[in-house]
């Protein structure tokens, strides 16, 4: 157990050193120069000489990569052009009300698509599991930023019930939550269904009706309770759509979260504060998959023997 | 499901060829005086912000649509097989090193790679096939690596190493055409996932610009309008929902026609 931990935290330094290197890489990337492309056209030679000289970019390369390092290691990401704040600062302020988010947006995906994979998969042929089956699909074909302005228009805007916008109260966390956990949620439900019908299959529960159990204690006590480990797993790799999904999602309904403040840096072409967002949320990403693997070497153990 | 999916995107795709040459209305041209108008027979998706047909626009974006989708799927589809079947196929550095870059790639979720490399190198059509295209190989060479691992141990792969045949005519001739029907299913899916990156790009104003007529860029506009003319954003989000959802039934019928084990 303990060598499948050390191994699985092992691979995820190259993986790390090569998420940050690319984020480094980025500002390298603008064409031109990228100083003059942040200051705009009519700059001046002495304020574009100041901010290289502040960002760094006067220095050879591998002493700006270095610094980089250095500044990650110590949680100094720079500050942002536009308000000069730190960029650390400027993320742990609107982190969260990203957390807030993708945590309603899992909660309400898990709650609505857990029994409609359940149901679907007991249901298997019938019109129940087509319909089912069709809605999730129609989940995932429908973008986020559709259906998020979908739901302002009728429950904000014809019904009056829900604000369109902003952050709060509860009722401010509905519409955001539903827009960024519907993908999810059609995802999950599909995976449940495949998965527990995999599971009805089985022979131990079979066994299970055999013995007596009932058809419903069947599928909850043991064809769903083994079909919770894949389940989990999608979890955990959809999460990064979660993510993804805030920035857009965000944007959308004015959230102010780290996504927000990631396409707003873009508009500024704000980089250092660009750099410090996608850096946040691929290096969360990569946490939650350490943590989604660890789990699942920790549930079945023929994992940790591959 | 297969049948469905054919028949929605190969309407979609007659509409995106034929649809602007059949419309009386030029998908740019304003009429200002009838800004925001609701839906009428003349104009049966209304006019936008700045009085333009949004039927001829949604026609048009089709066309962008398309051109996206096939675009990056093509590209993606052969950069990710080819370095897939070298990667499998002779394993060793390459292996590592390919699959390093695929690791990395990973890294970062869905569409932020792409959202990052649009936002350094500007918003334009060219640099959002470049971004997709990026992230879109991955998906594809991780998908023929295994493919060939699996493939290249067979009795038929070693006997035609035997008779003396190299490592690129085995290649071509025997180990890919074995990973041929994944990757069709992951190229009918990853078109719709290209469809939505573009349009995605589009509406948060990194991706095809104005008075260019991607959904995405439609959809941006019907924000500031949701209030007054609804159907700015309804129109262009249902052509997008329906495509994508085409594909994804086109997809998942020619996964369960090429799969023996779930049409079982």
Redesign the interface.
């Known amino acids: 157990m303990t060598a499948f931990f050390v191994r699985r935290l092992l691979l995820t330094i190259p993986v790390l050193l090569g998420v940050t290197t690319l984020v480094f890489s980025l500002i390298h990337l603008v064409p031109g120069d990228p100083v003059q492309a942040m200051l705009g056209e009519s700059a001046s030679p002495q304020d574009v000489a100041e901010l290289r000289g502040r960002l760094g970019l006067d220095r050879p390369l591998y002493a700006q990569y270095g610094a980089f390092l250095k500044g990650l290691g110590i949680g100094n990401l720079g500050a942002s052009l536009r308000t000069n704040q730190s960029v650390t600062s400027a993320i742990a302020e609107r982190m969260p009300a990203t957390a807030e988010l993708a945590a309603a947006a899992m909660a309400f995906a898990i709650l609505l698509a857990i029994p409609l994979g359940v149901i679907a998969a007991v249901k298997a042929g019938t019109s129940v599991d087509h319909a089912a089956t069709t809605v999730a699909l129609i989940g995932i074909s429908v973008p986020g930023f559709w259906l998020g302005p979908l739901l302002a228009i009728v429950f904000a805007v014809e019904l009056g019930w829900l604000p369109v916008s902003g952050r709060g109260t509860l009722a401010h966390l509905v519409l955001p939550a539903i827009t960024l956990g519907a993908p999810l949620a059609a995802v999950l439900a599909r995976m449940t269904r495949a998965s527990v019908v995999e599971e009805l299959r089985e022979l131990y529960v079979l066994a299970a009706r055999a013995r007596g159990a009932s058809r419903v204690r069947a599928v909850m006590r043991h064809a769903f309770r083994n079909s919770l480990i894949p389940i989990v797993t999608v979890l955990g790799l959809q999460f990064g759509a979660v993510l993804t999904g805030a920035v857009i999602t965000e944007t959308i309904f004015s959230w102010p979260g780290v996504g927000r403040l990631l396409i707003q840096s873009i508009s500024f072409r704000d980089y250092p504060l660009v750099q410090g967002c996608i850096l946040l949320i691929a290096v969360t990403y990569v946490a939650v998959n350490l943590l989604t693997d660890l789990v699942y070497g920790f549930l079945d153990p023929r994992i940790r023997y591959r | 499901m297969l049948k469905t999916g054919v028949a929605i995107v190969l309407l979609a795709a007659l509409a995106a060829l034929f649809g602007p040459a059949l419309m009386p209305f030029d998908p740019v041209a304003q009429d200002l005086p009838l800004r925001l108008a609701a839906p009428t027979l003349v104009h049966p998706f209304g006019l936008d912000e700045l009085g333009r047909d949004i039927l001829a626009r949604v026609l048009a974006g089709a066309r962008i649509s398309f051109f996206v989708g096939l675009t990056v799927v093509s590209i993606s589809a052969s950069v990710g097989t080819l370095l897939g079947a070298v990667a499998g196929y002779f394993g060793g550095v390459l292996d590592d090193i390919i699959g ?2 695929i ?2 790639l990973l ?7 792409a ?3 649009v ?4 918003p334009s059509l060219t640099n959002v096939l470049f971004a997709l295209t990026i992230i879109g190989w991955v998906g594809y060479a991780r998908l023929v690596r295994g493919q060939v691992l699996r493939v290249r141990e067979l009795e038929y792969v070693q006997a035609a190493r035997a008779v003396g045949a190299g490592a690129p005519h085995i290649l071509w001739r025997h180990v890919v055409p074995a990973a041929m029907p994944a990757v069709v299913v992951q190229a009918t899916l990853g078109m ?1 996932g290209a469809i ?1 990156g573009e ?2 790009l589009s ?4 991706g095809v610009q104005p008075p260019s007529p991607s959904w ?1 860029t439609m ?1 941006n506009g ?2 500031a309008h ?2 007054d003319a ?1 159907h700015l ?2 129109f ?3 052509a ?2 329906v495509l ?2 085409g594909l ?2 086109l997809g ?1 019928g020619l996964r369960d026609a090429t799969d023996p084990k779930r049409s079982a």
Do not use: E, K, S, Y
């Open positions: 390093r870059v690791d990395i890294a970062f979720p869905g569409l932020l790679l959202i990052a490399l936002a350094v190198l500007g719709g939505i349009a995605a509406f948060l104003g990194l995405g959809l019907g924000r949701l209030l609804p954003t309804i262009p989000g249902l997008i929902a994508v959802l994804n039934f998942d």
